[in-house]
């Protein structure tokens, strides 16, 4: 999969006459992290992640399994089930680190044991999460490409959960933590609720690094009565979160992390530049028009407004084609409409590899133009300097 | 009205002695203090971005503006929206500071740091703008409710004052006729969505609507060359309203720049309403800078009577601002730019262009020349 992926980027940079500034090739390297929990010594299945022209040491971007609701869901999983995230994590500027929890993949360990409807498993089953968390950053630490001054964790479901617990504990390093749809069930179906508002209350007491919990309104796993009691015994207790309960975009149920990835990427966006933390830029978006030689204010004002909307915070392969002709036949429309002229690009996002969208995105400008040409593959400029 | 004629013999006050004592180059006399507000919505707890701003010699409790912000084009861009002490924004919340409120901008949900997403969002209907403002207006009432627990604020006496979409919040805040809302400052706002159509049908009906049901002053500052709102809409919009029994002071400026909508922030847009804002703060016994401000100017200036409306403007006008003048003539120039230096320069630069040696003796509202 690997090879094949890195055949395709460099048979795509062979056509870019103008030596790019940085390329949007990845180098992906599967890893066994040893790490020392509790005085044992594991290995965790891992991935990491970056930019191959990245230079120096790169913030630290941790995604760890989830997308299960009970502690012994999820068996399937594997680091390479969320190498799309960490691709795109490693695109905006991270060192994107993927790491399997104990029992889960093809980590040592235990396999977790089912949470019952006491505290004290619930406890028990965080702790050793957050272990697990905690153990990875601290390895990957190490690495001579690795800033661990500046760390975030990203989770979903269950994960989620981890992540809460982790920040709870304030490692140094820990900048921010991003819980999709975060929630966990008990196995034997007993009312777990209580136990884990009281949890979140706990958490929220010892917290003082910023979270921001996505949520969707139709969750039928994770309601929005529960997030909401978990967003209250949070704050309630001193905990730092901004809360996001999509409602209309976003708002797919439990599945938000993998059905609904531009939005909570476009909120995880949001939250990183705030904090200064790397992500594309708004500026990068203002790069794109100017390049593309658009000078309409309006023409300008709108492009800019659909990049942002529906390319930047989209999830990878994504591509842009861009057509002089349709640039060159926009009027400027009476008043400020959005259904007024077409704009010159169409682009393709969340594909299966590059070259899937650089010909859906062709195949679309082609559609109505005959000069269409690539002009941005995933966050990266391909196209002439105009 | 006591209460507002009381206050503004305090801000005389305040305002002599700043004219007196302040001697700093730099624009010190204005805090600032950004922090989330936990509000409660629909039941539900929120926390929302705040920034406050106030004169750093207040003193007891402030009138209370509420600034709102407006949308964005699009809505991803409202999360990199700021409520940063450097933005630009800034300077017509310390305008406001300066005479003599407890300025506070929120950022609504979804904007910013507060939690979110976006409220005022549902597919183009024809009650779907009213439902936008309505949803803006929660945020707004429930910070209200927070902000009125400060020891430095004076829930009796609040405005609310917004830009485009939030001055359509505002709108929708006031049909409410929460307690102490003195006053509806709307700049621009009203309602506007490219691309639905049913807001060309839902405008009269909503502004009659909203209209009787507010029992609030307003003012409302339009350019005509607005390209959100073209002059015939403001009509409905104006008719509905006040057909309706609503108390509006409408004020249409010249056109600004190539879009009035945006060019009300404008140094020469803020320079045209902001007279007018004194003046309808004035009539309605609220806190403005003090008129008598002008005769103590004069005096220092040593300047005669008939100088009166040129010192006026200068103490109406935007800040940041300078006031440049050759001592012991009537030779004088003032200028607002974003910084107080850059204002300083433009003043005296200009103030000079006449051949004679000029000095600062105002900055902002401060005298900094020699007593």
């Known amino acids: 999969m690997r090879g094949a992926r890195l055949v395709v980027l460099l048979a795509a940079f062979a056509c870019t006459t103008p030596a790019p500034a940085w390329s949007d090739e990845l180098t992906e390297t599967p890893v066994s992290f040893p790490v020392t929990i509790g005085g044992d010594t594991f290995r965790l299945e891992g991935l990491v992640i970056k930019k191959s022209d990245a230079q120096g040491r790169l913030p630290i971007a941790l995604l760890t399994n989830g997308g299960g609701a009970t502690a012994t869901a999820g068996t399937g999983a594997t680091a390479t089930t969320y190498v799309r995230y960490a691709r795109d994590l490693a695109r905006r500027g991270w060192l994107a680190v993927v790491t399997v929890r104990r029992g889960f993949g093809k980590s040592e360990g235990p396999k977790p044991t089912p949470i019952t409807c006491e505290a004290a498993s619930l406890g028990a089953w965080a702790t050793a999460a957050a272990d697990d968390l905690q153990a990875t950053i601290d390895n990957v630490s190490k690495r001579p490409d690795a800033d661990a001054s500046k760390v975030i964790v990203i989770g979903s479901e269950i994960a989620g959960v981890a992540a809460v617990a982790l920040s709870a504990r304030n490692p140094p390093g820990l900048v921010g933590v991003v819980a999709v749809s975060g929630g966990l069930q008990s196995e034997s179906n007993c009312p777990i609720n209580d136990i884990l508002v009281d949890a979140y209350k706990n958490f929220g007491a010892k917290n003082r690094v910023p979270n921001l919990w996505i949520y969707s309104k139709s969750d039928k796993l994770f309601g929005a009565d529960l997030a909401e009691r978990l967003h209250t015994a949070f704050l309630d207790a001193g905990g730092d979160v901004k809360f996001v309960m999509f409602f209309g975009d976003g708002n797919v149920g439990t599945a938000i992390f993998g059905q609904a990835t531009t939005a909570w990427y476009a909120q995880m966006d949001g939250f990183l530049r705030a904090r200064g933390l790397p992500t594309w830029s708004t500026a990068d978006v203002k790069d794109v028009v100017d390049r593309l030689k658009v000078v309409d204010r309006l023409e300008r004002e709108n492009l800019r407004g659909l990049l942002m909307q529906v390319y930047f915070s989209a999830p990878g392969e994504k591509a842009i084609a861009f057509s002089p002709t349709l640039q060159a036949e926009w009027v400027r429309p009476q008043n400020k409409v959005t259904a007024g002229p077409r704009l010159p690009v169409t682009y393709q996002t969340t594909s299966k590899n590059l070259d899937d969208a650089r010909n859906g995105a062709l195949a679309a400008c082609q559609k109505v133009a005959q000069d269409c040409a690539i002009v941005m593959e995933n966050l990266h400029w391909v196209g002439d300097v105009r | ?371």
């Not at chain 2, 609040?158 to 805040?173: P, T």
């Not at chain 2, 010249?254 to 140094?267: D, R, V």
């Not at chain 2, 003046?279 to 300047?303: C, E, G, M």
């Open chain 2, 1 to 371: 009205m006591i209460g507002g004629a009381k206050f503004n013999s305090i801000v005389a006050a305040a305002l002599v002695l700043s004219l007196a004592m302040e001697t700093s180059a730099r624009a010190g006399d204005l805090v600032q203090e950004r922090q989330y507000l936990r509000v409660k919505i629909g039941g539900k707890d929120v926390r929302l971005e705040a920034l406050f701003v106030k004169r750093a010699d207040a003193k007891g409790r402030l009138p209370i503006v509420f600034f709102n912000h407006g949308r964005p084009a699009y809505r991803e861009m409202s999360l990199d929206q700021s409520l940063l002490v450097d933005d630009p924004g800034i300077n017509q919340m310390a305008d406001m500071a300066r005479r003599g409120w407890l300025v506070v901008a929120i950022h609504r949900r979804g904007f910013g740091l507060s939690d979110g997403p976006v409220q005022a969002d549902s597919p183009c209907a024809l009650d779907a703008y009213m439902s936008w403002m309505n949803a803006d207006a929660d945020d707004i009432e429930a910070s209200m409710a927070v902000v009125a627990k400060r020891g430095d604020a004076d829930p009796s006496r609040m405005i609310a004052m917004g830009g485009s979409a939030g001055g359509a919040a505002s709108l929708a805040l006031a049909a409410r006729n929460p307690s102490g809302l003195a006053a509806v400052i709307n700049l621009a706002g009203g309602e506007h969505w490219a691309g639905c159509a049913a807001v060309r049908e839902s405008i009269p009906i909503d502004f009659r609507n909203l209209g009787g049901r507010s029992r609030i002053p307003n003012l409302w500052v339009f350019a005509k060359n607005d390209l959100n709102h073209p002059l015939d809409q403001i009509e409905v919009m104006r008719a509905a309203f006040t057909g309706a029994g609503a108390d509006l002071k409408l004020l249409l400026l010249e056109p600004i720049g190539e879009n009035g909508h945006t060019g009300l922030y404008s140094i020469a847009g803020r320079a045209q309403w902001l007279v007018e804002l004194d003046n309808f703060l004035r009539a309605h016994n609220l806190p403005t800078w003090p008129i008598s401000s002008v005769d103590v100017v004069l005096q220092k200036l040593q300047w005669p009577p008939s100088s009166r409306a040129y010192v006026l403007a200068y103490l109406a006008a935007p800040g940041e601002k300078a006031f440049a003048r050759t001592p012991g003539k009537q030779n004088a120039s003032y200028r607002t730019a974003l910084t107080v230096d850059d204002a300083r320069k433009l003043a005296l630069d200009s103030c000079q262009q006449k051949g004679e040696p000029c000095t600062i003796v105002m900055e902002d509202d401060r005298w900094t020349g020699s007593p």
